[in-house]
């Protein structure tokens, strides 16, 4: 049944069209595994911005009933106080409804008013990449994990003779297996 | 002629979607069972009464984790006090642009002892995360961390 079947052919094609296929993804676990890789250097969801002011008599203004209307004016913003949290007798955190922090300092007088945006497209890649979709994106990604093996495996038949994997070329795949095998020699032992 | 202008149509759109999903998931795991409140206070001025059994609280987001989002603190309902609400990193990511939303959690409550050196570490990584200053001579005390790692959160608006 299968004498006639050209695997040589059929390898190239699959690993072809699957390689076509996976490009999408790739670039996507790619791009947010570089970004998610300097977790401890940059934020690589939100943009966390910082502005600090300074208000006079903070103290007083916060005894206030008006306070947080003639603060919200004092710092020209054009939000509303969702939610508010003393942290101790002096610091106070408001929250605003544009995704703002307030964080008062009433002894130095100076609020830090922070900013959280989400990193557009990065955002979202890291979503997919840290699987917190979970559902069906769990098995699309074990499926996708799976034609990664057959793209790796399919790579060692694509070319025959010398010029293949059976040739000298044979020292580049030793090497893809030699370097992580040396990282976990050295930093496991 | 038709493929090139689909792929460039796929391209652009998926780019469009990428760059514009809110992400609004506001439950997590199996959600907060919300019908067995307890009053973070009430656990904070006796939690060796609620040492590994499960409680469900209540209060608003006033610290996340900025890294991972594998933590998130809930403010009591007494002033100064929150409680650490605490995954398996991964387990759940709690997004930054919750905060100051309210949040139920379920789950068991644990306490971590700690050394005078861990206390430090703690309080110091604790301020790094937030940008805020910390003076290592100012703690004199070691700590007990007690947080609630929760099997269900559910963030309301």
Redesign the interface.
């Known amino acids: 049944m299968f004498k006639n079947v050209n695997w040589f052919k059929l390898n190239r094609s699959l690993h072809r069209d699957i390689g076509y296929f996976c490009v999408?993804v790739t670039l996507i676990f790619a791009i947010s595994g570089i970004a998610l890789n300097h977790?401890?250097d940059w934020?690589p969801?939100?943009q966390?911005i910082?502005n600090t002011q300074t208000i006079p008599a903070l103290k007083q203004m916060v005894e206030r009933d008006s306070f947080e209307t003639d603060l919200l004016i004092s710092l020209q913003l054009n939000s509303k106080i969702?939610?508010r949290?003393?942290?101790?007798?002096s610091q106070l955190?408001l929250?605003?409804t544009n995704?703002q922090?307030l964080m008062l300092n009433l002894d130095s007088n100076q609020v830090i008013i922070e900013q959280?945006k989400?990193r557009?497209?990065l955002?979202?890649?890291n979503?997919l990449h840290?699987?917190?979709a979970r559902k069906a994106w769990t098995y699309f990604s074990d499926l996708y994990a799976v034609m990664l093996i057959f793209l790796a495996l399919s790579a060692l038949f694509m070319i025959k003779g010398k010029k293949g994997v059976w040739g000298p070329r044979a020292i580049i795949v030793v090497a893809g297996f030699a370097a992580p095998l040396a990282f976990i020699f050295y930093y496991a032992s | 002629m038709f493929q090139k202008k689909l792929l460039l149509t796929l391209i652009s759109t998926?780019?469009f979607?990428?760059?514009n999903?809110s992400?609004a998931?506001s439950v997590f795991g199996s959600g907060a069972d919300k019908s067995k409140l307890t009053a973070i206070s009430t656990i904070l001025s006796t939690p060796e009464n609620y040492l590994d059994q499960s409680v469900t609280v209540q209060g608003?987001i006033?610290k996340v984790c900025?890294?991972?989002?594998c933590w998130m603190e809930l403010?009591s309902d007494k002033?100064?006090k929150t409680l650490r609400i605490k995954v398996r990193d991964?387990d759940m990511?709690f997004?930054?642009?919750t905060?100051?939303?309210?949040a139920y959690a379920t789950g068991p409550l644990t306490a971590i002892p700690l050394d005078l050196e861990q206390t430090k570490r703690y309080l110091a990584y604790q301020a790094e995360e937030q940008?805020e200053t910390f003076d290592e001579n100012s703690v004199t005390q070691a700590i007990t961390v007690y947080q609630l790692n929760p099997v269900g959160v559910t963030i309301a608006d």
């Open positions: 999408g977790v401890e934020n969801n939100y966390v910082h969702k939610a949290f003393w942290q101790s007798p955190k929250f605003t995704e922090t959280i989400p557009p497209i955002r979202s890649l979503f840290l699987n917190e | 998926s780019a979607m990428f760059s999903l992400f998931d608003t006033v900025k890294k991972r989002g403010a002033q100064y991964g990511v997004p930054m642009t905060m100051g939303k309210t940008n």
